[in-house]
């Protein structure tokens, strides 16, 4: 009796390590210090697995604004290049996730993705790239403490965006699918320390 109860002990054992072992994001999760988020290490969208790159929070005037992740594509990454200009161009899956820590009202999201795609898209006013743009930045809605926005770019220039878990708009345009991306990997991010978080995590 002793023996079997044994036996039936390690065979329990034995199988909820192999399902931790076949969900590694329970055990793995990132979290961003300064908000307490955490962030699954490993994800999927679209049959396209994904693996974190780092995290970071976005503050303005001091006070946080939200918790953020970057993905890439699993084994996409290519550390003999930058790191930066793979997460700007087009080519592996990439993805954000925003989980904002305060309410903030559509039209500051608005004018700071605004501000921001100008900045990165040349020739904006002219640009082919304007009319998606445009229909991108009135879809946006407010945010408020634990809502998230999430943002994936598949190749192809093709980005799906879904907001508070519900799809919102998708365009098919690399040059504002790389200004987007910009925002926080460009040459003049939004924040230099937030640009740097964001990769701590490459491997």
């Known amino acids: 009796m002793v023996k079997s ?3 039936r002990i390690t065979l329990l054992l034995s199988f909820f390590l192999l399902l931790l072992g076949l969900n590694p994001a329970l055990a793995q999760d990132v979290k961003e210090p300064a908000t307490g988020v955490s962030f699954p290490s490993k994800t999927n969208a679209n049959g396209r697995d994904f693996t974190i790159t780092g995290t970071g929070v976005r503050k303005k005037f001091g006070f946080k604004v939200y918790a ?3 993905y890439l594509e699993t084994g996409k990454l290519d550390s003999s290049k930058d790191i930066y200009g793979q997460l700007t161009s087009d080519g ?3 993805m954000i996730i925003m989980h904002f820590v305060r309410d903030v009202d559509a039209g500051k999201i608005k004018e ?3 501000e921001g795609i100008k900045k990165n898209l ?3 006013e002219s640009s082919p790239a304007k009319k998606d743009a445009e229909t991108f930045l009135n879809v946006l809605t407010e945010l408020k403490n634990n809502d998230k926005m999430q943002l994936n770019w598949y190749p192809g220039g ?3 965006l879904s907001i508070k878990g519900q799809g919102k708009f998708a365009f098919k345009n690399s040059a504002l699918a790389s200004a987007i991306w910009s925002i926080w990997f460009g040459r003049s991010p939004i924040a230099g320390d937030l640009k740097t978080s964001l990769v701590a995590n490459a491997k």
């Open 5 to 7: 109860m044994r036996i």
């Open 68 to 70: 953020m992740a970057s």
């Open 158 to 160: 093709e980005v799906h």
């Open 122 to 124: 040349p020739n904006y």
């Open 112 to 114: 700071t993705f605004e």
């Open 92 to 94: 592996a899956s990439k």
